[in-house]
């Protein structure tokens, strides 16, 4: 079993820069790859960026070139630092970890981007 916390969401200007972490306790050496997934108002959720145990990175091209998505393994922990934020990047950001042939869910931290 994987539990998984975010934390550092809030509401910056478009522009800004946020860094989101994600913690994760129990069978954390279990974990493989991990990655970030957000939802908008009325929207699906959507991939943000993926990376595997071994550090191979993926983006959605809407954030490609501006958000980075990072690793330590030995802490079972995932960030992902976002520069140059737009409003449309608003959403409640979710860390997402595989586990087996399971996938855990943090309960996610809400991204404002706004004047």
């Known amino acids: 079993q994987v539990q998984l916390v975010e934390s550092g969401g809030g509401l910056v200007q478009p522009g800004g820069s946020l860094r989101l972490s994600c913690a994760a306790s129990?069978?954390?050496?279990?974990?493989?790859?991990m990655g970030w997934y957000r939802q908008a108002p009325g929207k699906e959720r959507e991939l943000v960026a993926t990376i595997t145990r071994g550090g191979s990175t993926n983006y959605a091209d809407s954030v490609k070139g501006r958000f980075s998505i990072s690793r330590d393994n030995s802490k079972s922990a995932v960030y992902l630092q976002m520069n140059s934020l737009k409003p449309e990047d608003t959403a409640v950001y979710y860390c997402?970890?595989?586990?087996?042939?399971?996938?855990?869910w943090g309960p996610g931290t809400l991204v404002t981007v706004s004047s």
């Open positions: 129990g069978s954390i050496h279990s974990i493989g790859d």
């Open positions: 997402n970890a595989h586990w087996g042939y399971r996938d855990f």
